[in-house]
């Protein structure tokens, strides 16, 4: 069954963990959805209260895993080729220490975004003011 992440394609950090884990991840079946520009995907999440400005969301079938838990189920699963994502996989694999360092992560989204002049919630409209 194919791995869906979505992701917030307005984060660059965020952008590049997709991309990369798309393409050098080892999991052929790994799907990337851009959260923030897919209005419809985002609404469906939503509803089922997982929210994109919380933190990215990784499917299969109707199994969900959202903001720390999708990061460490992700990383549990990669069989990388490039060696960033080869450390990336030992840090965040672990589901507690992946609990303890995601808020950094919100972190730099957070930051990353600000300096975009986007907004931290996709569904806010508008850009906020630099």
């Known amino acids: 069954m194919a791995l869906v992440l979505v992701y917030d394609g307005g984060c660059p950090f965020c952008r590049h963990f997709a991309l990369r884990s798309e393409l050098e991840g080892g999991l052929p079946d790994l799907e990337i959805r851009d959260g923030r520009s897919d209005h419809q995907l985002r609404a469906q999440l939503k509803a089922r209260g997982l929210d994109l400005a919380r933190g990215a969301v990784l499917l299969e079938g109707e199994q969900a895993w959202h903001g720390a838990a999708a990061i460490a189920e992700l990383c549990g699963r990669l069989k990388p ?10 840090v965040f ?3 507690p220490r992946a609990r303890q360092l995601y808020p950094v992560l919100l972190w730099a989204r957070r930051t990353a975004l600000q300096w975009k002049g986007l907004p931290e919630d996709p569904d806010q409209t508008g850009l906020r003011q630099a």
């Open 81 to 90: 080729s490039d060696p960033l994502l080869a450390l990336l996989r030992q």
């Open 93 to 95: 694999a672990a589901s």
